[in-house]
């Protein structure tokens, strides 16, 4: 029988939640790490029972937690993250050159192919590997290293890599994405990196159309069609057919083009889902009306799904891990609020339900299906 | 939790073989290449408050002995 499990990171714990394959009767387990920030979780591909967490709080930094039995139990393994070499500087909000410091994990990415290889994105941005299921770290600093690092900027949730995709199809590709320089992209397994933010265009920066800049919320691609990728920017929705290369919006008919998250349909690849939110200064959904919004067209024309969805007073935001698919048939659709609701679409979003209600914020939400 | 130290016993000693014990706990409660205390972490010994003293300040006779814990804590802070 086909079973679900959803990874829910909050703001003081994990939560793992469980069901068959019709989503509507729900196991919660957890809290895991009680009081603990847990930014990102997330399983292998390869191996669905090996998990990796990222933990931290304020008093006592960061640590990685490991699961090898779908998250029964845990081990803390490496949480040494070192800058390679003289660590530099890039700006700080007003402009100064700031030294880069390592604050907390953001995501960890699991290898497509192998249980013990995982990729951090980190705040201050850089991005760093483990070979060997986490305990130890190396950074891969040809990306920091790119010439345009001494000009990268924090955005206001600071200056985090929050993005890793993996091409499915050339294991030396991988896009990731930080708050607020933009998007990159290597095509040989992280030693040199290209700016992909060409197209894209943020008012209120020096230069609208800058190489680097653009404060990048998350990105999304079907593994089927790697080179297509769907950006949630700070505003506006964007879209690329050339892996990066160049971008186009496709914000249509949106509400509000600000948001955070943004996936793709797990069985078709033009179908896309984003959380519109009012603006960068009123983190709520517009007119207190939580809605999501699918494009069946590959952005342009989008649609609101509301069914089951709070559709007054609501004044939660969705931030830009919380959002995921399973691979069931219909594909299921989840998201996860700051307000402590975790809600389920079954049936690709067309209707709703709130799985759990009263969770701590959620940070992030992650799915494995099992067939 | 307890350890064994080299005299005299210091903060560093004590931190040291604590992290020798519980590798987990590396970064927890100092840097892990500077060995600063984090700014949120607190140190007590006595009663008393010792998180500015210097890394390499004997501790006192009683915690040395075993007699009184050497207490790290979380900073009460927020609001």
């Known amino acids: 029988m086909s079973k679900v499990r959803v990874l829910v990171g909050t703001r003081k714990g994990a939560f793992i939640l469980t069901s068959d394959g019709r989503r509507s009767q729900w196991g919660v387990d957890g ?21 990796y967490a990222s933990q931290s709080t304020s008093w006592f930094g960061q640590l990685v937690q490991r699961s090898s039995d779908g998250g029964k139990t845990w081990e803390a393994v490496g949480n040494k993250f070192v800058y390679e070499g003289i660590s530099g500087t890039h700006q700080w909000y007003d402009g100064t050159a700031h030294p880069w410091e390592f604050k907390r994990v953001w995501h960890l990415e699991p290898s497509l192919t192998d249980p013990d290889i995982v990729f951090a994105g980190v705040e201050d941005a850089a991005l760093f590997r483990s070979l060997d299921g986490g305990m130890t770290w190396n950074e891969l600093a040809g990306l920091r290293r790119h010439g345009s690092g001494p000009r990268w900027q924090p955005g206001a949730g600071g200056m985090c890599l929050h993005t890793i995709l993996l091409d499915p199809a050339d294991e030396a590709r991988m896009f990731i994405a930080i708050s607020a320089a933009g998007a990159f992209r290597t095509d040989d ?42 950006m949630q920017k700070h505003w506006d929705i964007m879209r690329s057919d050339d892996a990066g290369d ?22 078709e690849p033009e179908t896309v889902y984003v959380v519109p939110i ?3 200064s009123e983190h709520f959904p517009p007119d207190g009306r939580l809605r999501v919004y699918r494009s069946r067209t590959g952005g342009v024309e989008w649609e609101a799904l509301t069914a089951g969805l709070p559709q007054r007073d609501c004044y939660v935001n969705v931030l830009r891990d919380a ?49 | 939790m307890a350890v064994t130290l080299e005299v005299p016993a210091t903060q560093r000693s004590v931190l040291d073989a604590i992290e020798s014990a519980y590798p987990m706990l590396r970064g927890t409660i100092r840097d892990q290449t500077t060995k600063r205390r984090r700014a949120f972490v607190r140190y007590f010994a006595c009663g008393q408050d010792v998180s500015l003293e210097s890394d390499d300040h004997p501790l006192p006779v009683a915690v040395a002995e075993g007699r009184e814990p050497f207490i790290i804590i979380g900073a009460i802070a927020g609001g």
């Not at chain 1, 809290?31 to 998990?51: A, C, N, Q, T």
């Not at chain 1, 999304?220 to 069609?225: E, F, G, I, Q, T």
């Not at chain 1, 160049?246 to 069985?267: K, M, Q, T, Y």
């Not at chain 1, 998201?335 to 992030?364: C, E, H, K, M, N």
């Open chain 1, 31 to 51: 809290p895991f790490f009680g009081g603990w920030e847990i930014y990102h979780m997330k399983g292998s591909p390869v191996d669905p029972s090996r998990l």
């Open chain 1, 189 to 230: 397994g992280g030693a040199t990196w290209l700016p992909i933010n060409r197209g894209l265009r943020s008012e209120h920066i020096p230069d609208p159309e800058a190489e680097v800049g653009h404060c990048v919320h998350h990105i999304a691609m079907h593994p089927s069609r790697p080179k297509v990728l769907f």
């Open chain 1, 246 to 267: 160049s971008w186009r919006e496709v914000s249509g008919n949106l509400p509000s083009d600000f948001g955070f998250p943004i996936e793709v349909h797990a069985h």
């Open chain 1, 278 to 280: 009012k603006s960068d």
């Open chain 1, 323 to 371: 959002m995921a698919v399973d691979s069931l048939d219909p594909c299921g659709v989840y998201f996860g609020t700051t307000g402590g609701q975790v809600y389920v679409s079954a049936d690709s979003g067309d209707s709703w339900a709130p799985i759990v209600r009263d969770l701590p914020a959620v940070l992030s939400i992650e799915v494995q299906t099992f067939q």
